[in-house]
């Protein structure tokens, strides 16, 4: 991957078109890939309003309605909402050639390992998004807060791969750091996302009325504490510092303005819930290694049954 | 308390619409403190429509707005929504003369203490209900199923009282057992209530629908594991055989259709629920005695928040 490597964005939710919007406005040429804002970028381009930084528009994008138009690129972001995981492989062959990276930011575990079986771990990127963004009118998107991303290779430490790819971020506005255990920062996202994503997504409340809400961030608490427990049993190279860890999660929390998770989008708007990369993915591998978590699976429960339409489900 | 005592019926809901209508059917005379149904009850009487014996209809209703005017009388039956409890010394004293029992059958725990500490422990009774029913149309109440009661004496075993009333509600159809530990039934009871109760009012499903859900199953079995739990370390005289108790009530459960418990509906219709009865008293017992129940509390942190009117509560 050279110095201006051509981007291809899949899933181009909130997350996909924020990143790829920096990217191109840093001067790299992106394509992406649409669905519900493909007219609307096509024909007027892409807003970003950001609370944090400028806002900008991009009138001319490179929108794709179907990836096998696309052609191949240097790095293939993913973004795409991990419940339509299983159209993952077919979206992405097209835009391979040998030498093509593939950065998923998805949200939970098991992303990194069905690219992987598809395509080879070799070319497999994962990292970890703490962003604050929402999708707004076709064409829109906005930019809440933070934005900053962790990234690491799938199997061994950072390398040189790595580390371009956080310069290329870096340039584009986006604080990036390449971590050498992506395992690490995957469980560490999974610490604010298992409680704050589910009960925000069940209550329909958003973090900030759960945090006012004492029983409510004591629960918050307690669900952070079992999934760091669980996070600490597996091959982690360090352990995550649990109390501290989550002082500072609940410290950023606290500092956000009424923010509404994306899964609590997803269930306002009737949109199927990430419940497998963000629930079963991590409770089977807790499971795995003598750790359950007792109210993250009773959370699973209550948001898996919310799935179920009506009776006998 | 004679064979053919005065009974006044507090808080008529369905429970003591119900169980006011049974007994006025079998001879006696019951006066009724109404709000909602009070002018439909005057004008046009009571009726239970029944899935479980014959429906009938009662003309001639004692209804009155306010227990000032009701006199006194034999036996209160208190009948009252838990979360109406602050009100319950004002509404029953005037009832009261110096032998009138005092039998609440509402959920949870901490009624009969509410009583004993406004008009002394023995006039107290208390009975768990077995019962299915809702309020329909005003003046009419629905039997869906079950009805049977088990009461006991506040302290102490059962005595002559206790087993007079027992052949009292017998004689008006209403299968009544009197027994000698009257915490131990409040605990079994609970085992149901607390799983049930607040999952159908968080999730809005029915029991039916949530025990078709097998995660939500067994949540609701693991949660009743936890109240066994708690239960046995309280002072009862003899301890829950847990494992055959719960396969009696989820069997119990599975013979119903698409029962609403009166918390879902409570919350379906927008009143507040019996959180304190049957959630935080319960926790504060089991915490006391080194049992906790970290379902039971999660549940409840969620059905509080839900409570909490928007944010900032």
């Known amino acids: 991957m050279g110095e201006h490597p051509v981007i291809g964005v899949v899933g181009a939710g909130a997350l996909g078109l924020y990143y790829g919007a920096m990217l191109q406005r840093s001067g790299l040429e992106v394509r992406f890939l649409l669905r519900r804002d493909f007219e609307a970028v096509r024909r007027k381009g892409l807003w970003v309003h950001s609370s944090v930084h400028d806002s900008f528009h991009l009138a001319g994008v490179r929108a794709f309605a179907d990836s096998r138009a696309m052609g191949p690129?240097?790095?293939?972001?993913?973004?795409?909402?991990?419940?339509?995981?299983?159209?993952?492989?077919?979206?992405?062959?097209?835009?391979?050639?040998p030498e093509t990276a593939i950065l998923t930011l998805q949200n939970g575990l098991?992303?990194?390992?069905?690219?992987?079986d598809a395509f080879g771990a070799?070319?497999?990127?994962?990292g970890v998004a703490y962003l604050c963004s929402n999708r707004g009118e076709p064409g829109h998107v906005h930019h809440l807060g933070e934005g900053r991303i962790r990234l690491g290779e799938m199997t061994g430490a950072a390398g040189g791969r790595t580390r371009r790819l956080a310069e290329l971020f870096d340039r584009a506005g986006i604080p990036c750091e390449a971590v050498d255990d992506l395992g690490r920062i995957r469980w560490e996202k999974l610490v604010w996302n298992i409680p704050f994503n589910g009960?925000?997504?069940l209550t329909g409340r958003d973090v900030t009325e759960l945090l006012a809400h004492s029983p409510s961030a004591r629960l918050v608490e307690a669900m952070m504490q079992?999934?760091?427990?669980?996070?600490?049993?597996?091959?982690?190279?360090?352990?995550?510092?649990?109390?501290?860890f989550i002082a500072r999660m609940l410290a950023m929390t606290a500092r956000m303005d009424h923010y509404r998770p994306s899964m609590m989008i997803d269930r306002s708007e009737g949109r199927p819930l990430e419940l497998d990369a963000i629930y079963a993915v991590p409770l089977r591998r807790a499971e795995r290694v003598g750790s359950p978590m007792p109210r993250v699976a009773m959370l699973y429960s209550l948001l898996d049954l919310g799935e179920a339409g009506g009776e006998g489900q």
Chains 1, 2 share one sequence.
């Open 226 to 244: 079992e999934v760091v427990a669980a996070a600490n049993r597996q091959p982690l190279r360090q352990p995550i510092d649990g109390d501290a």
């Open 122 to 126: 070799e070319r497999v990127l994962g």
């Open 110 to 116: 098991g992303n990194e390992e069905l690219l992987a």
């Open 199 to 201: 009960l925000c997504a």
């Open 73 to 97: 690129v240097d790095l293939v972001l993913v973004g795409l909402k991990t419940f339509a995981n299983h159209l993952l492989p077919e979206l992405v062959r097209p835009l391979l050639k």
